[in-house]
Each structure stands twice: as C-alpha cells, then as structure tokens.
C-alpha cells in the first residue's frame, strides 16, 4: 500500500527569517556550505526542508544518511522512508511516502490554472523519476481524465490540488 503523507510549513509564521541562521547548528558542514551562498530565501527553504526531513526520521527512528543520485536527487541509503520537497513563497511542501514520490508546488494566478497544472505534475513526475529536468525530451504521455502517466511501458499515478 503507497501512504502519502503531505506537510505545509509557511516559514512566515514561524518568524524563521529573521533567525534562521541559529538553526545552522542543526545542519552538517556540507549542509551549510551547500546553501549559504543562496539567497536569504533559499537558505531559508532549504533549512525549513532539511530540518522536517531530520525531525520526522528522528521521530519515526529512521536512520537518516542521505545521499544524491547522479541527478541531484535525494535519496536515503537505507530506503526507510521515502521524501520530496518543493517550495514557492513562504510556503515549503514536503512529501513523505513508503514508495518513491515526487512533488511540486507553484504559486499561481487564476489566468494560469492550466499552465501550472500541466507544469506541476510534469515537474513532480520528472522529481519522481529522479532525473529532473534533465528528461524534458523524454517520451511520456499524460492523461489527466485518468491521472496517469504513461513511461517506459508503466504507469504513474499524480494527484493535482
């Protein structure tokens, strides 16, 4: 059974901006390093995703050793849990699954309903596969009558909100 377990945090609210460099002792030094010479923002997103993803393996005594495929994308070495992250505003989404998943979120005008619905579900998809944008030309065939993603002869499943 795939459980799918989906986490909303607005930094915002939590008055993290103005003290987020105090949870970088939370954080390895190649955690830091990688995001300090972001923007104040997306050192913000990244240590809001990073600190969700190791309070919930610590929760659930999951041992977190991550890693990234040739690709960029996170991975556990012992595929306890499975997780994405997506950000836009103050907003951070993070997915937590038994199998693999990927999720996007964008913040959206009215006028563009159909755009980002086409363009989150490609990037998701794309997230989920591990590959990123990096297979933008590969052939697959969405149906959203269905929510299925027809890929290398399998099918995706994708839920929009």
Excluded: C
Aim: glycine letters at 4%.
């Amino acid at each position: 059974m795939n459980n799918i377990n989906i986490y909303l945090v607005n930094y915002q609210n939590l008055n993290f901006v103005q003290n987020y460099q105090k949870y970088f002792k939370y954080l390895s030094k190649k955690e830091i390093n990688k995001i300090k010479n972001n923007a104040v923002l997306d050192q913000v997103r990244s240590i809001v995703g990073l600190l969700f993803i190791k309070g919930f393996a610590a929760k659930n005594n999951f041992k977190l050793n991550l890693q990234k495929n040739k690709y960029g994308k996170p991975y556990l070495i012992d595929k306890n849990f499975y997780f994405n992250i997506s950000h836009s505003n103050e907003i951070t989404v993070i997915g937590i699954s038994n199998n693999d998943l990927g999720i996007d979120l964008e913040y959206i005008e009215k006028e563009s309903l159909t755009f980002y619905k086409d363009w989150t579900t490609k990037e998701s998809f794309f997230k989920l596969i591990g590959k990123g944008l990096s297979m933008y030309n590969d052939k697959y065939e969405i149906n959203f009558d269905n929510n299925q993603i027809l890929y290398k002869n399998k099918n995706y499943y994708f839920k929009n909100y």
